[in-house]
Every structure is written in C-alpha cells, then in structure tokens.
C-alpha cells in the first residue's frame, strides 16, 4: 500500500506564509504527477497546483504568482509554498499522487488525509 501524509498547516495571518509538505511513503516503484488540492467550507475540491515527474508545474490563476509546487523525487516529497496568503486561501489542502508499486503496474491515484490552512485578517 501506498500512504500520502501532509504536514505544514495551521493558522495565519493574511500576508504570511506557509509551507505544506506531502511525504509517500510504502510499496512504491515510481512517482508521476503530484498535485495539491484545495477545499473551502461548502465548496468543492478544486486544484491548486500540480508538477510532473520532470517538474513542469501548473497552478490555478487564483495562486499564480504566490504559490509554488516543487518536489525532492529522492524523498518522494512535494512541497507547496504559499506566500502572500489571502483569506479565500482557506480550506483543506489535500496531496494527491500518480503512483505505481511495480514495474507491471500501471499509475493509480492515492490521496492524502488533508492539512488545515486557515487564514485570518
């Protein structure tokens, strides 16, 4: 089995910054794309930002400019860096992975338990 745990949330004011961390872990043979995930109270999960293998990197228009998805394949970690954090930047941030656990298998789709981020004024 594969397991996605983030770490990094917590409260802060609007402004600041926050550093989320998502760290794979078990059976793994190789990565693909990783991505953060945003949800807001009564909202749906919308994508924040996502990065490939090779590290090209998209983001939603909302967080362009503030936000950056990076990752350490050595560590089977991604990591989003967000800065000048707004208080429509508040929600759950899940972790969300392409992995495959053997040379035979195919790519499938794990997920993370979420990190709180809240942003006050």
């Known amino acids: 089995q594969v397991q996605l745990v983030e770490s990094g949330g917590g409260l802060v004011q609007a402004g600041g910054s926050l550093r989320l961390s998502c760290a794979a872990s078990?059976?793994?043979?190789?990565?693909?794309?990783m991505r953060w995930y945003r949800q807001a109270p009564g909202k749906q999960r919308d994508l924040v930002a996502a990065i490939t293998s090779a590290g090209s990197t998209i983001y939603a228009d909302s967080v362009k400019g503030r936000f950056t998805i990076s990752r350490d394949n050595a560590k089977n970690t991604v990591y989003l860096q967000m800065n000048s954090l707004e208080l429509e930047d508040t929600g759950v941030y899940y972790c969300n992975a392409d992995v495959r656990t053997g040379v035979t298998s195919g790519y499938r789709d794990y997920w993370g338990q979420g990190t709180q981020v809240s942003v006050s004024s």
């Open positions: 078990g059976s793994i043979f190789s990565i693909g794309n």
